[in-house]
């Protein structure tokens, strides 16, 4: 792509059919490309593991990139057909789009920081209507591409167009600098499709322009008062999020099981396979402090024979970050269940003889509390 471009997209209120198979074509042969090379570094890491029989810590952390770049891609496939699926519900909600914005930066300031890229948002606060939890999908898969972009800054800035009637969202950044050893990653990645097809999916303008290499994405969202551009009277809008939860798209969520035993892990593996999770395991409070290090993950479940002070601290240093952060405990016996509550006296947790039955469904609703 030359230096300076325009690619803009203006998405009608009807649907745009996702079965044309010319665009499938592409984006099957760009998901191919993309997680080849991943897979094939990951593979040679292998090969030469298998000679010497040795591998340092820094190429098991390379390995472990390597495999985890191909995992997420293969989740960002199924988003876009998730996404694309006719049948996917749509709630149509009243949502504060500074507050969602915030939520995001929020749970994903760890990952930023450990990059070294500042986001500065400035915004004029406005109420949009769209599926709250979609809106939280769109924003973090926003993120995810600015950051192969970019290792600068990411501006946010909404603001509202009153001659379109609508609100804008427009995410800028500089793109990576030229590096004639490694070309510049390709602005139409996959996880570029996924926002297009989110963006398609929820009705939204979607555009980007590239001058002097610096990117500007600019997002168009329906505000209230003109609800009925999007097809949708107010007496047809939700008024928060408890009205949409069996509609919550939570596939592709991340979480963590911290769980010492493998016969844990493996049953609450099982329970949880048909939600389309991003699942990861640990086998200590210690293990999983590390792997947070970095970057959250949207919910952590844990056994509860691990509670302690180290877990207790552990709590409550990601609360503080992100309060109402989602735990689930496993207790030890019964096959009583239980969800958290808005104050805080109530936590959510799963008696050891319910985990097929009812782990899903606690995860679910604390998912859906907080995306």
């Known amino acids: 792509m030359s230096d300076s471009s325009t690619t803009a997209t203006s998405i009608p209120s009807q649907r745009v059919p996702a079965t044309d198979g010319v665009r499938w074509r592409e984006l099957i042969a760009e998901f191919g490309a993309e997680i080849a090379h991943p897979l094939t ?7 030469a593991l298998t000679s010497s029989g040795r591998i340092d810590r820094s190429g098991l952390r390379l390995l472990r990139e390597e495999i985890e770049t191909a995992r997420q891609l293969g989740m960002t496939a199924q988003l876009l057909a998730r996404f694309a699926s006719a049948g996917l519900a749509q709630s149509r909600e009243r949502v504060a789009l500074l507050d969602t914005l915030q939520s995001v930066l ?27 939890s979609l809106l939280f999908s769109l924003l973090n898969t926003l993120i995810d591409w600015a950051l192969t972009q970019t290792r600068t800054a990411i501006a946010l800035v909404i603001d509202v167009d009153t001659w379109k009637g609508h609100a804008r969202l427009s995410c800028q950044f500089a793109l990576l600098p030229i590096d004639a050893a490694a070309p510049p990653p390709p602005l139409d990645t996959l996880t570029w499709r996924l926002l297009e097809q989110t963006a398609m999916t929820m009705h939204l303008g979607l555009a980007r322009q590239v001058n002097d290499r610096v990117v500007t994405v600019t997002l168009e969202f329906a505000l209230p008062a003109n609800a009925d551009i999007e097809g949708v009277s107010p007496v047809d809008l939700d008024q928060g999020f408890d009205s949409s939860i069996n509609s919550k798209p939570l596939a592709g969520s991340h979480v963590v099981v911290i769980a010492s035993r ?8 099982d329970a949880l396979r048909h939600m389309g999770l991003i699942v990861d395991m640990v086998t200590s409070v210690d293990e999983a402090i590390d792997f947070c290090s970095d ?3 949207h919910a952590i479940i844990v056994e509860g024979i691990l509670h302690g002070e ?31 509550n808005d104050t805080g006296t109530e936590r959510a947790r799963v008696g050891q003889d319910a985990i097929e039955a009812a782990l899903p469904s606690v995860l679910m609703f604390e998912l859906s509390k907080t995306l």
Do not use: C, W
């Open 106 to 132: 929020t749970h994903r300031k760890r990952e930023t920081d450990a990059r070294g890229i500042t986001v500065q948002p400035t915004a004029t606060p406005v109420d949009v209507i769209v599926d709250a």
């Open 310 to 340: 180290r877990f207790d601290h552990f709590r409550a240093d990601i609360r503080a970050e992100v309060p109402g952060f989602p735990f689930i405990d496993i207790v030890e016996e019964g096959n009583e269940f239980n969800v958290s």
């Open 262 to 269: 493998r016969s844990m892990r493996t049953r609450i593996r």
């Open 41 to 47: 570094l990951a593979l040679e890491r292998v090969n």
């Open 295 to 297: 970057g959250l993950p």
